[in-house]
């Protein structure tokens, strides 16, 4: 198809990354990470319900480094894409527009997530 | 007012640029609004249960406001997931036909894991 080899502009070459699109495609990531995160879910209530041997595969999996650090990446997954998703609904509600308070509400979200994050694998898990 | 000069048929086939967009827009931010809540308290939950024993997990899931929170959860967020990967979707692929198979592919896959999750839930509370 023609389209195919037609030239186009540079664009994540050329243009400098910045909090606010670094913050945008996160909140992308996160929110497919967190799609993917719905079959490891229903993986863990099938077993639940089923017999031992299911649960017991499932538990060892989520309680092993490896399932462990899933678990942990998932927790930040969650708590950014929440609060960087109210921060959208501010936007929506036409709140926060000014390039100051984009960067200052983009910081907030960040220091929220990871300090949540923390505060909840130290006291829950 | 201005409804009355759009078909009947054309609304109901999602038809003119934007399709189903306005109530798409809706959907997710009212999901959005009520997965806020709804995602604290089961990200906070499951930490805990994932390591707990099968009964111990099991009896958690049958308390009343447990089994409603979680069924909500599941639902909301099924809502919630398919919406935000539709636009990722339309996004990324040009072709109509593959973006409309993708599409339809990742809603059939989330709505079967949500409706697996809920029975799993009901199963266990009831």
Not at chain 1, 61 to 82: D, I, R
Not at chain 2, 106 to 124: D, E
Request: aromatic share 10%; hydrophobic share 55%.
């Amino acid at each position: 198809m023609a389209t195919q080899n037609r030239p186009l502009s540079p664009h994540l070459q050329v243009y400098r990354p910045q909090l606010t699109s670094i913050l945008s495609i996160l909140h992308r990531a996160t929110g497919v990470v967190l799609a993917l995160s719905v079959l490891l879910i229903t993986w863990w209530f099938v077993a639940l319900a089923g017999e031992p041997a299911s649960y017991q595969s499932v538990q060892a999996f989520f309680t092993s480094w490896f399932g462990s650090l899933l678990l942990f990446g998932w927790t930040f997954c969650s708590f950014y894409h929440l609060c960087n998703g109210i921060r959208h609904l501010c936007w929506d509600a036409g709140i926060g527009f000014e390039i100051p308070q984009v960067y200052l509400s983009g910081k907030v979200v960040l220091g929220i997530s990871v300090v949540l994050t923390a505060l909840v694998w130290l006291i829950c898990a | 007012m201005k409804n009355n000069l759009r078909h009947p048929l054309k609304n109901v086939k999602g038809e003119g640029a934007s399709g189903d967009a306005v109530n798409h827009w809706w959907l997710q931010r009212l999901t959005a609004l009520a997965l806020v809540p709804l995602t604290l308290w089961f990200v906070l939950s499951i930490i805990h249960q994932v390591s707990q024993e099968q009964s111990a997990v099991m009896q958690w899931v049958s308390r009343p406001w447990v089994t409603v929170a979680l069924v909500l959860y599941l639902a909301t967020m099924y809502l919630h997931a398919q919406l935000g990967v539709q636009v990722v979707i339309e996004d990324y692929i040009s072709s109509e036909s593959r973006r409309l198979i993708t599409i339809l592919l990742c809603k059939a896959i989330l709505l079967i894991a949500t409706v697996a999750a809920v029975l799993s839930v009901l199963r266990i509370a009831l």
